[in-house]
């Protein structure tokens, strides 16, 4: 049970590392659109996004798929741009009016891409392990939790701006997914695979 509790905290750690701070990037990029009306919504592509990102942890851990990891540190910020670049040009449209499959299929991806990103380091600490699901869920129970704070943190901020400044939802979506494009540009290209 140990090891459970300690791979719940590397879940957690993993995503609230403000020293990586991809996966916070994409999670706020993410849930800018949606407001306290439409969490269950905002929930839903959450836990999408951690159950593909272990997916590809654990297909990496049992040596079914393994990925070129320039390519993935690439792909990381690409997520969060296109993420940022969508909320751009569908911000007037209500979060009740997306199209939640192509949400639910675009989060589906980038949370394999971000998966194969900690592949490597994850795979490392479990070649110790015999038994590999337990970690597996420790890891995804880490990371859904984290992920829930993020969200939550990003709706008050959507809240607490909204009210305080009487912004208007699709102003808030532009305002901050612009902010998100402006930190992710150079990730690009610190990452471009030359």
């Avoid at 297909?59 to 393994?66: A, K």
Wanted: proline share 3%; aromatic share 16%; glycine share 6%.
């Amino acid at each position: 049970m140990g090891n459970f509790w300690f791979y719940i905290q590397m879940g957690l750690e993993h995503v609230l590392d403000l020293d990586a701070y991809d996966h916070i990037l994409f999670l706020a990029a993410l849930a800018v659109p949606f407001t306290f009306a439409n969490w269950k919504k905002l929930l839903v592509l959450a836990t999408i996004f951690t159950i593909t990102h272990c997916a590809s942890l654990a297909l990496s851990v049992y040596d079914v798929l393994l990925v070129d990891v320039g390519l993935i540190e690439f792909l990381i910020p690409i997520t969060i741009f296109f993420t940022a670049v969508h909320n751009l040009f569908h911000a007037k449209k209500s979060a009740e009016h997306r199209n939640m499959v192509l949400y639910s299929v675009a989060t589906g991806f980038f949370g394999l891409v971000h998966g194969f990103g900690f592949s490597n380091y994850f795979k490392m600490l479990m070649a110790g392990e015999e038994e590999k699901i337990s970690p597996l869920l420790g890891f995804a129970a880490g990371i859904e939790f984290s992920q829930i704070l993020i969200l939550l943190a990003v709706l008050c901020a959507n809240y607490i701006i909204r009210s305080l400044f009487a912004v208007k939802q699709p102003l808030f979506t532009q305002a901050t997914s612009i902010i998100i494009l402006f930190i992710t540009i150079p990730m690009l290209f610190a990452t471009f695979p030359w």
